[in-house]
């Protein structure tokens, strides 16, 4: 058997215990079934189990069914066309400016029930800020590598919040943009924006972050704090209604990686257990 | 000029293959969202893609036929362009997003944050690829397809995905030893 011939058999056989991996398998019985390239298989099946459990996640729930929704009218939404398109098409066919004036109609319907062609929703400016708004976000820390830190200043340059009923992200611009972290621990918290925003379901926000400096109480060395997408992201639903005040405590936490002995690496992350909306004093569920 | 019947049978079979995109929906859904994410490196961003795609597939079922592809892989073929575009207009760097993954760990913060960085590091490995390496690995293993199925989405032979996807392993393989 030539050496191509060969290859071409271990590609087979590769691609079948990554079927099977994929189905559930383990990697050891792919193994135990081909033991005479078990030795060339391993490196590379154990490199696909990485690679495939590196980016690995389950969506959001609320996300999934939001979107089945849409989906679902969608479809309703093609049956009501499908029914009648037989009917009035043969009918204005035959008149021009009908024709003319029905498909520009047409046009116009299809781009507002069907949005851009963006794959993303359109992030549009969301209100100025207002003292006496229906909606108050706040920045909290809670205690974890924080008492590691003099000061961890945070800049943040845009706060976009995903309005679910809508459809599109409002983007707003903090009041107050540099955080210190260190100065709103535990229950502590600083208000960064107040204004009114449209009623309605919000179920993500993302705060841009522009950086993130720390200065380390034991040795007033400055060291580098980790946010490689330079957002940070909460999927938190709460919904924001006219009479009421919604605030929402964005908590914000420095993790250590490393162990303590100069070595530390520090991380930021958005701690969605110690995040949340209250309304009118009572917390969301 | 289409008679009353070849309007019925094209009702029909879109009808049928509406209902087969709505039986897609709960698994296909998720395996668009990890792959999207994946290659634009927001799992927020991949799933308004998968999202998108089913609309997309939706709206194009009339021009969809099911001999020239099984309706998996067209979907993965709406959402290449989609991540295609995104990439484009957007004109974003490849990040990685840790936040992603974080969020999805309530457990252990140290153990999650390895996580991220095992991300980080296959990601970094990943961008070293080819963009059909990547292409054929990101559907092999997140969108789960089999390799006839990466083909058909690829416009690619089934001996050619397995080829390369032998050599994306071993590219991986070893960009992830040296580190």
């Known amino acids: ?38 030795e060339q298989l391993k490196p590379l099946l154990s490199a696909a189990a990485k690679s495939k459990s590196a980016f690995a996640f389950t969506p959001q729930p609320h996300a999934k069914t939001a979107a089945r929704g849409r989906f679902d009218a969608a479809r309703v939404g093609s049956r009501g066309n499908t029914q009648y398109t037989g009917g009035w098409l043969s009918r204005v066919v035959g008149k021009p400016l009908i024709f003319a004036g029905v498909a520009v109609a047409a046009v116009v319907v299809a781009v507002l029930y069907f949005g851009s ?51 599109k992200w409002l983007e707003i611009e903090p009041e107050i943009k540099q955080v210190d972290l260190a100065s709103v621990q535990g229950d502590d918290s600083i208000q960064i924006w107040r204004g009114d ?41 709460f919904r924001v209604s006219a009479g009421t005040v919604t605030s929402f405590t964005y908590d914000i936490t420095v993790f250590s990686t490393g162990s303590g002995h100069g070595n530390s690496k520090y991380i930021l992350k958005p701690q969605a257990g110690e995040s949340g909306a209250v309304v009118a004093g009572r917390k969301q569920d | 000029m289409r008679t009353a019947t070849g309007r019925q049978n094209s009702s029909d079979a879109r009808n049928m293959h509406e209902a087969e995109l709505a039986g897609l929906y709960p698994e296909y859904y998720d395996r668009i969202a990890r792959y999207a994410a994946a290659h634009i490196g927001s799992r927020l961003d991949g799933e308004d893609i998968a999202g998108e795609v089913f609309l997309r597939a ?4 009339g021009s969809y036929r099911k001999q020239s592809v099984p309706m998996q892989a067209w979907l993965f073929q709406i959402a290449h362009n989609l991540v295609v575009d995104y990439l484009r207009q957007k004109n974003r760097r490849r990040t990685v997003d840790i936040e992603s993954v974080i969020l999805e760990s309530p457990g252990n913060p140290e153990t999650v944050v390895e996580r991220g960085i095992d991300l980080e590091r296959v990601a970094g490995a ?6 059909d390496q990547r292409q054929v690995l990101t559907l092999r293993f997140l969108g789960e397809l089999s390799s006839k199925e990466t083909a058909e989405v690829m416009g690619k032979t089934d001996g050619a995905v397995r080829e390369m996807q032998r050599a994306a392993l071993a590219k991986l393989r070893t960009i992830l030893g040296d580190e």
């Open chain 1, 1 to 38: 058997m030539n050496k191509e011939k060969t290859m071409e058999n271990f590609d087979k056989i590769l691609d079948e215990c990554i079927d099977r991996v994929n189905s559930g398998e383990s990697l050891q019985s792919c193994l135990t079934s081909y033991p005479a390239c078990a």
């Open chain 1, 117 to 167: 062609n963006q794959p993303y929703y359109p992030i549009i400016p969301g209100p100025e800020p207002h003292a006496e708004g229906n909606f108050v976000l706040l920045i909290s820390d809670d205690i974890n590598a924080i008492a590691d830190f003099a000061s961890v200043d945070v800049t943040i340059s845009a706060v976009q919040l995903f309005a679910s009923g809508e459809g």
């Open chain 2, 58 to 61: 939706l709206r194009s079922l």
């Open chain 1, 197 to 237: 925003l449209p009623e309605d379901e919000y179920t993500k926000i993302v705060i841009d972050v522009e950086s993130v400096r720390g200065v380390l109480k034991a040795t007033g060395e400055s060291v580098d704090i980790k946010l490689p997408s330079s957002k940070l992201q909460l999927h938190l639903p």
């Open chain 2, 126 to 131: 990943m961008s070293r690829l080819t963009s």
